[in-house]
């Protein structure tokens, strides 16, 4: 299984719903990361976790809170999201070894819309 | 600063051959990636230099210049398939890789 998978595909909310997307792997995977890509742009960097740890938070707004229950999951919880936050949320995991030529593995994104 | 540039959008035909080009300023070098994006799909890694020269792999090679701060993928006998997305990504350090703003390619026929 080379697979990671994410859901819901598809979310629209508003600016007062609390939502969550969820990610999934089973490759034995220790790191996991959360990326957002708007249109014709590159995926940034939102959060990484390795071995269930946060190691990275790129000083994303605490509006988006990420957590990881086990080393196969990994969530994003989302609150009072602003319309400019609509974009594609990709999740990603990698070998977390320490090599530099840790190829990322991207599920296939959550397209959400905030109204 | 932080810095990676591609071509924004790229047309050729099916059996040509196409280089995408790569130029990057980081503040750290571990290593450049190259990912495919098929619109509404998830990157899929495709290529992978951390020392200068040319790595091939079938259809797809890919070349760099540590000391240019340069990258190319070179897609060979192009298929209509292979219009897609093309980012470039260097990894910084760690756990962060920083990706390219992407270059769209067209395959025409």
């Known amino acids: 299984d080379t697979e990671v998978t994410q859901t819901p595909k598809h979310l629209v909310m508003g600016m007062t719903n609390k939502k969550s997307l969820k990610c999934e792997q089973h490759?034995?995977?220790?790191?996991m990361y959360w990326y957002k890509q708007k249109a014709k742009k590159p995926p940034e960097l939102m959060f990484v976790y390795s071995y269930e740890k946060l190691s990275i938070n790129e000083s994303v707004p605490s509006r988006f809170s990420p957590e990881c229950p086990n080393s196969s999951l990994l969530n994003l919880h989302l609150h009072a999201l602003q319309p400019e936050d609509s974009a594609l949320y990709l999740c990603?995991?990698?070998?977390?070894?320490?090599?530099?030529?840790?190829?990322?593995?991207f599920g296939s994104g959550t397209q959400l819309s905030v109204l | 600063g932080q810095n990676i540039d591609q071509p924004t959008e790229m047309t050729a035909t099916e059996g040509a051959i196409v280089q995408i080009n790569c130029t990057y300023q980081t503040s750290g070098f571990n290593g450049l990636f190259w990912y495919q994006q098929h619109a509404g799909e998830a990157p899929t890694f495709l290529s992978y230099?951390?020392?200068?020269g040319l790595e091939e792999k079938g259809r797809f090679s890919s070349f760099l210049s540590r000391s240019k701060g340069y990258s190319y993928l070179l897609l060979k006998e192009l298929q209509m398939k292979d219009s897609a997305s093309y980012l470039c990504?260097?990894?910084?350090?760690?756990?962060?890789?920083?990706f390219g703003a992407g270059t769209r390619l067209f395959v025409k026929a």
């Open positions: 990603a995991s990698s070998q977390a070894e320490g090599q530099t030529n840790e190829k990322l593995f």
């Open positions: 490759m034995g995977h220790r790191a």
């Open positions: 990504a260097v990894n910084n350090g760690g756990f962060k890789t920083i």
């Open positions: 230099n951390v020392l200068d």
